[in-house]
């Protein structure tokens, strides 16, 4: 979610294992969320969105989960891989063209 | 089909000099926007220019500059610079006229800016 500083969260999972990152938003009236992944070296490459009137949001092993009681959204990945090891933020739209990013959350996968 | 390129890939400046940073989007796409993602921080967003023009910028001083040439690639300059410029710029471009919500952009590997 919202980082600030020069280090981001880490978080270690092991391959095969569920891993789940989460995220807090600002603005209660944000009325769309997107997940990033980015790769060393790569810039941002769009993952999952959700709209702020669904709660739930499925793709191919990943799990968007939008809480707008305590404004958070939550990335779920299912049987994580060495491959999905990459820095994953959030975005939220706050209306009209304005988004704002998060900092993001390293996910090292354990092999 | 080859994605948003960037070059450099890396630059390394002193405080007070200048550096150009350049992008060219996928083909067929006309709006080019810039951002500072600087390290620990979310994507801050600078500049977008479609058709050649510059459409809007973000809370960034006027050192912060650009320009889109006839073939939709871009530069951006930053003038005087300072240390806390320091950040990796990503570049996206869109297929689309007007402005485009950030889904609907699409990524370079972005140039890693230093400034000693």
């Known amino acids: 979610g919202e980082s600030v500083g020069l280090h981001l969260p880490t978080l270690s999972v092991q391959e095969g294992d569920n891993s789940i990152i989460n995220c807090a938003y600002s603005n209660s009236a944000s009325d769309y969320f997107i997940w990033y992944k980015q790769e060393s070296g790569k810039g941002p490459q769009f993952i999952i969105d959700?709209?702020?009137?669904?709660d739930k949001r499925q793709g191919q092993r990943v799990t968007v989960l939008l809480n707008k009681t305590v404004k958070h959204l939550s990335l779920q990945i299912a049987a994580t891989q060495p491959g999905d090891s990459a820095v994953y933020f959030c975005?939220?739209?706050?209306?009209?063209?304005?988004?704002?990013f998060g900092a993001g959350t390293r996910l090292f996968v354990k092999a | 089909e080859a994605g948003v390129t960037q070059s450099p890939t890396h630059l390394i400046k002193t405080r007070g000099q200048q550096a150009t940073l350049r992008c060219s989007p996928i083909s067929g796409h006309t709006s080019v926007y810039w951002y500072q993602q600087a390290l620990g921080l979310g994507l801050q967003f600078l500049l977008w220019y479609d058709e050649g023009e510059e459409r809007n910028r973000g809370n960034f001083p006027p050192r912060f500059s650009g320009r889109q040439f006839p073939n939709y690639s871009s530069e951006l300059n930053v003038n005087a610079l300072e240390l806390e410029d320091s950040a990796l710029y990503l570049c996206?471009?869109?297929?689309?006229?007007?402005?485009?919500?950030?889904?609907?952009?699409?990524f370079g590997p972005g140039t890693r800016l230093t400034v000693l």
């Open positions: 996206a471009s869109s297929p689309f006229g007007g402005q485009s919500r950030v889904h609907e952009q699409f």
């Open positions: 975005a939220e739209n706050t209306g009209g063209f304005k988004t704002i």
């Open positions: 959700i709209r702020s009137n669904m």
